[in-house]
């Protein structure tokens, strides 16, 4: 593994490179790459950066994100093949029927969403913001939040707004069953449990905080806590063990794996910037009306 990793580190260099890591990618992609984090978190350091090649370990519509912020730069994927289906439970064509059934409606859409979705959006959201998201849209008569009903539910709870859901949900999320939660409480009554907004609010219900990837790092951070239940894809332990060595961490299920975040390998990322491939561009068009959305967003403090 370490010639593999001496490749990259060199290769990196020649080619003016920069790897970024979602935080649910494996640990030795996590390792080598120079900046780990969430997808909005990642595009915005694509952004920052003055290398001309991002090789962004993550899913699709990650990788499209920071090409829609990063234009003239070269964004590649060591697996073009890694997607996520939650993104991809809704499509441009649905937006718009559902938009026509809403006509009034303010249309709020996840990060988790190809861009043509996001091109049909009035506001992006992260898991980090949608809260604020919502609350920002003070005057508008009706709210359609796609396309995941859990993160829908949650941010409709904590907003006490009433929102247009679609059937959307994260497959790996909803592998975390209130059961895990209670077993793993009893395994480790001191721990505090963080649940991520994509679980079902069974889950949520139980744990003491429901944050995004990058609030449970900055949470975890700053607890007096010593122990931790983390309910969201297991990558994110190994981040957190890492950053907080005199903390623990259990992940509250060892199912909830994302095969597709996982199709990231040491192999891919080399094979990436050797042959500089995979590629993700998104038309102009797209993606200047995909922007809006995502600036709208940013433009909340
Ligand atoms: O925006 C992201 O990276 C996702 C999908 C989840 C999170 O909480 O980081």
Not at 125 to 138: P, R
Not at 171 to 183: A, G, Q
Request: aromatic residues 6%.
């Amino acid at each position: 593994m370490q010639k593999l990793v001496e490749k990259i580190e060199k290769l990196k260099k020649e080619r003016n490179a920069i790897i970024l890591a979602h935080n649910y990618q494996l640990p030795e992609v996590q390792d080598v790459a120079d900046y780990r984090g969430d997808s909005l978190e990642l595009s915005r350091m694509a952004a920052k950066s003055d290398a001309k090649i991002i090789v962004f370990c993550g899913v699709h519509f990650m990788a499209e994100t920071a090409s829609i912020l990063s234009p003239d730069k070269t964004v590649l994927m060591p697996d073009k093949n890694a997607g996520c289906p939650l993104a991809n439970m809704i499509t441009a064509e649905d937006l718009r029927e559902l938009k026509e059934r809403h006509p009034k409606a303010a249309v709020v859409g996840y990060v988790n969403t190809p861009a043509a979705v996001k091109a049909e959006l009035d506001i992006c959201c992260t898991s980090s913001n949608a809260v604020n998201v919502v609350l920002s849209l003070k005057n508008a008569e009706e709210i359609i939040f796609v396309p995941d009903k859990y993160l829908g539910d949650f941010v409709s709870k904590k907003t006490g707004r009433r929102l247009v859901l679609w059937d959307g949900y994260c497959p790996t999320h909803v592998k975390i069953l209130p059961e895990d939660i209670i077993h793993s409480v009893r395994l480790h009554p001191h721990a505090k449990v963080i649940a991520h907004p994509e679980c079902t609010p069974e889950v949520i219900a139980l744990a003491d905080e429901a944050l995004s990837t990058g609030k449970t790092c900055a949470y975890v951070r700053k607890s007096d806590a010593k122990e931790f239940i983390i309910a969201t894809e297991v990558g994110l332990v190994y981040r957190l063990q890492k950053d907080n060595p005199g903390k623990k961490f259990y992940p509250a299920s060892e199912h909830a794996v994302c095969p597709n975040m996982k199709r990231t390998t040491l192999e891919k990322v080399l094979w990436s910037l050797e042959e500089i491939k995979d590629e993700v561009r998104v038309s102009d068009e797209i993606r200047r009306k995909a922007k809006k959305a995502i600036d709208a967003m940013l433009a909340i403090p």
